[in-house]
């Protein structure tokens, strides 16, 4: 079973930076497509940003393009969510999914294609 387990959040305010990471509990050392979402209170999870399991090919929702990056660092086994230029509308709890059982080049923008979630990591802009 695998467990990913998000960092990173924090308070900040507008225009600012936050770098979130996600990796399997316990060391165990995966191959693994992933998935970003966020789900703000009241509203549906959102697909954020996902990659492919040998990080070569990368997508992003519109609403953050040029601000978002996600990477991955298999070495440290871990998946990462740069988030620049941080607007108020960015707040949600940011959840990682990953997907074991996936072609090397594949990628999944539907939660539904992710297999284990992480709890999350809350992100609060202030304006």
């Known amino acids: 079973q695998v467990q990913p387990v998000e960092s990173g959040g924090g308070m900040v305010q507008a225009g600012g930076s936050l770098r979130l990471s996600c990796a399997p509990s316990?060391?165990?050392?995966?191959?693994?497509?992933a998935g970003w979402f966020r789900q703000a209170a009241g509203k549906e999870r959102e697909f954020v940003a996902a990659?492919?399991?040998?990080?070569?090919?990368?997508v992003y929702d519109e609403s953050v393009k040029g601000r978002f990056t996600i990477s991955k660092d298999d070495a440290m086994n871990t998946v990462y969510l740069q988030i620049n230029s941080l607007q108020p509308g960015d707040t949600a709890v940011y959840y990682c999914g990953m997907r074991t059982d996936t072609g090397s080049s594949m990628y999944y923008i539907a939660s539904s294609d992710y297999h284990y979630w992480g709890q999350g990591t809350t992100v609060t802009v202030s304006s």
């Open positions: 316990g060391g165990a050392h995966i191959y693994y497509a």
């Open positions: 990659i492919s399991r040998d990080g070569g090919t990368t």
